[in-house]
Antibody
């Protein structure tokens, strides 16, 4: 059974940074591709960033360009999301999710099939 | 970027009702459309992928259909555990993912 375990809740002041971790376990036969999604209180889901598998490069949603950094450690199946220059509207639950490809011939469909439990990041002065 | 729009934003229904949620994409996304269910305080759960394929373990009362720009999620015979918020997600342009704004299904 795949498990994604995230680090605990964080409280930060505006202008500071936060680093959230996500450790994957349970399916050693798969190469994990982890992505990050956030959810502000009472709001919907917003993709933050992820990895382009073939290139190994990271891509970020426009809202997070220059502020978000995703780091992956393949040796420990752990991904990190660092968000800098925090603002009060960055207060949210941050989820990591495993990206999985299900292929039908040459067409591959991507989903987020397993999710972490979420990490609440509170930005407040 | 591809925009995803769900309707309605919320609905009230009774146990046993048939419920349909619509998701529209701002451009054609073929059948690269996923549906998720989220309960309060919990992470989302994948229900349907590739517009109409049921994820393993998901009850058969959930179904999805659609192609191009218009998609639907239907729950036949709504159960108490189905009261939740549902999100569509386009997977046409990974790793840039877009979700709909969500549809909250409440008890009437």
């Amino acid at each position: 059974q795949v498990q994604l375990v995230q680090s605990g809740a964080e409280v930060r002041k505006p202008g500071s940074s936060v680093k959230v971790s996500c450790k994957a376990s349970g399916d050693s036969s798969s190469k994990y591709i982890l992505t990050w999604v956030r959810q502000a209180p009472g709001q919907g889901l917003e993709w933050v960033g992820g990895v382009i598998p073939l290139l190994g490069t990271k891509k970020y949603a426009q809202n997070f360009q220059g502020r978000a950094t995703i780091i992956t450690d393949g040796s420990t199946n752990t991904a990190y999301l660092e968000l800098s220059s925090l603002r009060s509207d960055d207060t949210a639950v941050y989820y990591c999710a495993r990206e999985r490809s299900t292929c039908d011939g040459t067409i591959c469909y991507k989903t987020f099939d397993y999710w972490g439990q979420g990490t609440l990041v509170t930005v407040s002065s | 970027d591809i925009q995803m729009t769900q309707s309605p934003s919320s609905l009230s229904a009774s146990v046993g009702d048939r419920v349909t949620i619509t998701c529209r994409a701002s451009q054609s996304i073929s059948d690269f459309l996923n549906w998720y269910q989220q309960k309060p305080g919990k992470a989302p759960r994948l229900l349907i992928y590739a517009a109409s394929n049921l994820q393993r373990g998901v009850p058969s009362r959930f179904s999805g259909r659609g192609y191009g720009t218009e998609f639907t999620l239907t729950i036949t015979s709504l159960q108490p555990e189905d009261f939740a918020t549902y999100y569509c997600q386009q997977s046409y342009s990974p790793p840039t993912w877009t979700f709909g704004q969500g549809t909250k299904v409440e008890i009437k």
